[in-house]
């Protein structure tokens, strides 16, 4: 095991750096430490190197493998903060953002549709503060309202913009997607709307060269697809899946081929490179073995590969899956004596060097495990069975390639996405070899559409062989129990199947029964954690309201049942249920509630009618929404008192009457007040010597009993 283990010395180099990655991103106070520490042990690690074999000749092993990983460990800490742009200086987090009068900037990403909005990354140059340009610095999401003149903005492009800046939003309800920090990752960490009225184009390209050619390529190559393809389902697969254009999927679409286990095949990555690859290396076979033919090879094989990243927008999907493809190539033609999986490890080492951000990117995290289990459980499995025909061996090759990727990403699937595809082998039988044909074909496309008469044609068969695969990925919807829905496991649960899975690895190939035995305490540990929170949500008595914007929305729960009161235009909006609503109840064991599928009349009324309000008493607790507006001259003979008072949709008009009506031990403000009402409350509630909570200013407001 110690002399298999040594093999791996890329494999320990990355999960070295990798923790020096975490630490760099969420421990950065320890900067000035870790930058001594990294000074002095790369002196002793070279003093180590030059006196070596002369002295310590027992400890020599150890005492450089530690060395080596400190410094691993360290360089990943340091790259980690040196990368991240926020600890400059003169970065805009340092200046005041609501006193920006206006700011310059250059649009950095090729922008991305909406139904209202042309949506840019931009790159901020200087900012109008005081009156006067200061040189602060950093990166922003931009939404320019659609009209003419936003229509044709693009990649390079020099603004002069008059308007503030918004620095992100933590997230603002229990569990919900942290889009500040998911952008934070990519160094972004402001946003704003932006008026027709309010921008000025002040020049062009003055962006990266490399990044604006591959950016005007791959629009030149999208409206070649746009011409011969004419069904919309058909074109956004096919742009989806050559070129990486996936703003024209449909909510329908993506939720189809998601609960089929195909959404893979959409993202342009590792499949559609590996595609590119096996089709050179069928072309160049005859090379691939020769002594000076491998070189030959190596060189085609690798250009070609980037060539397709480069008419892709240089996405960084298609950058990782290259650089993958590219230094198995390398260690393929130099016929060094190594493993797949140090390659694997190489490419890593590399991509994070030059972006250490990459390590929390889900994309990443997917493509390297997928690789890793189809590497490792691939041939285990598809040696289980040996088929005479060559039809069901190729079927049998790729079912074994789908359960390989699925056991190496389901913890993820789970963690981030909260279902399983049932037939998730059924529909790579479809989409994988589509995917060859729709890549294949498309290319093709491109190339001929010199000739109109040719490319009308190809794309005529493109577009009904994609109208097939659609129907026959949105028929698998239809079978029983086609997706596992409603799955919630934490960060640490997802670790522990995977530690599982990393023993369940060693004991197929170490054949060590105590490997076993370590497989099944992780998944004990993971199910004992299960049990545990389980058993806290089920004794949990707790009352959320939601910060949904504009609407209301409160939720009362005891134990696994709930009463789920929302506005009726928020219930029609299935997206913002399952993006503010839908995780607290995955946590929370909620099993009869999903987004796609509420609807608050089927729900038992806690709230009753009072006098135009609503009223409830849960376990013993009095609770009024005032949620509409009531009569001017109605009065109550004495205040009522009340545990809790939720004010909703501004129905409040003036706060002095309040205390004429009750006398609440704590008041609620939601989301769907205004800013000015809102703040007209908090002045009257602090005069008062009020208990009061805002929910827009604060998030979600719980209160557990």
Known sequence: MQQAWNRYAFIRFVLFMALGIVAGTFLSDFYQIILLVFGAITVLYLSAQFFRGYQFPALQSVSFAVLAFLICFSFGYLNAFWKSEKHDEAHLLNANTDEIEAFEAILINAGKTTEKTYGFKVEIQQVLLNNEWQNYSGNAMTYFQKDSLSKALQYGDQLLI?????????????????????????????????????????????????????????????????????????????????????????????????????????????????????????????????KRGRVFFAIINISVLWAYAFITGLSPSVQRAAMMFSFIILAQAMKRQTNIYNTLAASAFVLLSFDPFLLFSVGFQLSYLAVLGIVFFQPKLYGLLQFKYVLWDKIWAITCVSIAAQLATAPLGLLYFHQFPTYFFLSNLVVIPAAFVILNSSLFLMIISIWDWAAERIGYVIDHFIQVINYLVFSLDYLPNSTIDGIFINTPESWLIYIAIFFIALFISEKKLNYLKLAVLSLFFMSASICLRQYENFHEKKLIVYDTGKHHALAIKNGFSQYLKVEDELAKDKNKLRFHVYPSQLQAGIADFHPDSFEPENQKELFEDFHGLKLAIWEGKRIIHWHQEIDEDFTFKDPIDLDLLIISNNTLKKPEKLLDFFNPNKIVVDASNSYYNIQNFKAKFEEENLDYYIVPENGAFEWKL
């Open 162 to 290: 008059k308007s503030q800046l918004s620095e992100l939003e933590p997230p603002k309800n229990p569990l919900e997607f942290n889009y500040k920090r998911f952008l934070g990752f990519d160094q972004i960490y402001h946003q704003q709307y932006i008026n027709s009225r309010n921008w000025l184009k002040l020049d062009e390209e003055q962006g990266n060269l490399v990044m604006a050619s591959s950016i005007k390529i791959g629009q030149y190559l999208e409206g070649i697809m746009n011409k011969y393809i004419q069904n919309d389902r058909s074109l956004a697969i096919a742009k989806a899946l050559t070129l990486g254009i996936k703003d024209e999927l449909d909510n329908d679409l993506r939720n189809a081929y998601a609960a089929a286990g195909a959404m893979h095949v959409l993202a342009v990555s590792g499949l559609h490179v590996g595609i590119i690859f096996l089709i050179v290396s069928t072309l160049l076979k005859k090379w691939r073995n020769r």
